[in-house]
């Protein structure tokens, strides 16, 4: 089954704002199995983005932004499309026992 999920987190801020560094969490893990086949990652303001992975393995986006820039948003902007396997639950047990009629 594909799935394409879009996520928008829109920060209004009362007065401009500084913004420290933001560690943005919005990307399927790895070992899920669910297969990306597309992912964008748009944030505003002018920003600088590194991919870190925690010390699960999970890929992290930080972002920093201009020392000193008051922003009056900050705009995160997340589109995937993933392909996702379905996955037959496990049995509950060992197959009941056949059985066998005698004559």
């Given at each position: 089954m594909r799935v394409v999920v879009q996520h928008r987190s829109r920060y209004h801020y009362p007065r401009p704002a500084l913004l420290g560094p933001q560690l943005i969490r919005l990307r399927p893990a790895d070992h899920?199995?669910?297969?990306?086949?597309?992912?964008?990652?748009?944030?505003?303001?002018?920003?600088?983005?590194?991919?870190?992975?925690d010390p699960h393995g999970n890929r992290v986006a930080r972002v920093t932004f201009k020392a000193g820039q008051a922003v009056s948003e900050l705009d995160v902007l997340v589109e995937l499309a993933v392909e996702i396997n379905a996955i037959n639950p496990p049995s509950s047990g060992p197959a009941p026992p056949e059985c066998h009629e005698t004559a």
């Open positions: 899920t199995r669910a297969r990306i086949e597309s992912y964008q990652l748009l944030v505003e303001p002018e920003h600088r983005l590194h991919w870190l992975r």
